[in-house]
């Protein structure tokens, strides 16, 4: 079987037991730490990545969905207001666990979680697609590729709250996937911006992972390239924070920071929104 274009699910052992060594060297203070999510403090974080072990094992496991869905689950709206409460009502009722109960209960799903995902044809339709990406259908290689950036970028924000460890998540081994998967989502984020044919727009990262994508203009629509031509404008990202612009957790003020456009500027300032999250 050829290889996915990018390969995540080998590292899903060792991020999950990053995260576990983390959990465990936590003061019950730091456990209630505020996070860059406005609502969510450390164990709500750490209580959402439980659930996203729990409820894929269950849905795509076992079969069982439970709670159906509400509202208008044909818009991003719709689907974003309908999953902000699953994770409501998660919280609210999990909150009452220890965060002795709450590590032990993801040390046992995330092995369940990982062994699941090893089932899955890389190749075969997953059950969601990565919606972010402006995808109607995508390869399982893509969905496994998402979880990934979900359990990277929520251990980041605990580890970020609590103000140590954010090191060990910028290596290059794991910081890199998350990268690649999260910059799927230029094209569909350019989606809006129209452009003459043959516009090229390079997004350039600084720091820890340096890295480099190119997006051109076509007919009717923008696409990633491995061309190189000069571009039309480059924007340059710190790549230490990269992260938090891609999970919304930027404020515009911080972005400007360390966000950079040379050349056509109207081309760069759409980065500036840029998401790789259901937001």
């Known amino acids: 079987m050829k290889q996915p274009p990018i390969v995540t699910l080998p590292l899903f052992a060792e991020l999950d037991r990053l995260l576990l060594d983390f959990l465990r060297t936590l003061s019950p203070e730091e456990w209630e730490r ?16 439980l659930d996203g072990n729990l409820r894929t094992l269950s849905m795509l496991r076992d079969g069982h969905f439970g709670v159906a869905p509400t509202g208008d689950m044909g818009t991003h ?18 909150r009452r666990l220890s965060p002795q109960v709450v590590t032990w209960l993801l040390e046992l799903s995330g092995r369940e979680y990982t ?33 990934y950036t979900e359990k990277w970028h929520h251990q980041q924000q605990i580890r970020q709250a609590v103000g140590r460890g954010e090191d060990a998540l910028l290596a290059p081994a794991l910081y890199e996937p998350y990268l690649q998967t999260s910059m799927r989502a230029l094209p569909h984020h350019y989606r809006t911006v ?6 090229q727009l390079r997004v350039r990262l600084s720091g820890p992972v340096p890295g480099e994508w190119q997006l051109v203009r076509t007919a009717d629509h923008w696409q990633l390239t491995p061309e190189r031509p000069t571009p039309d404008a480059t924007v340059t990202i710190d790549g230490a924070v990269v992260w938090r612009l891609l999970s919304n957790e930027l404020d515009p003020a911080d972005a400007a920071r360390h966000v950079h456009t040379e050349g056509e500027q109207w081309l760069g300032e759409k980065i500036m929104d840029l998401v790789a999250v259901m937001v």
């Open 115 to 147: 062994a699941f995902l090893q089932t899955l044809d890389p190749w075969a339709p997953a059950a969601f697609a990565v919606a972010w990406a402006g995808e109607a259908e995508s390869p399982n290689w893509f969905h496994v590729a998402r979880e």
């Open 194 to 199: 129209l452009a003459p044919e043959g516009t």
């Open 34 to 49: 505020q996070t860059l999510a406005p609502r969510w403090r450390v164990m709500d974080v750490a209580l959402h990545l």
């Open 77 to 94: 709206t719709g689907l974003v207001e309908f999953l902000n409460q699953l994770n409501a009502d998660w919280i609210t009722a999990t």
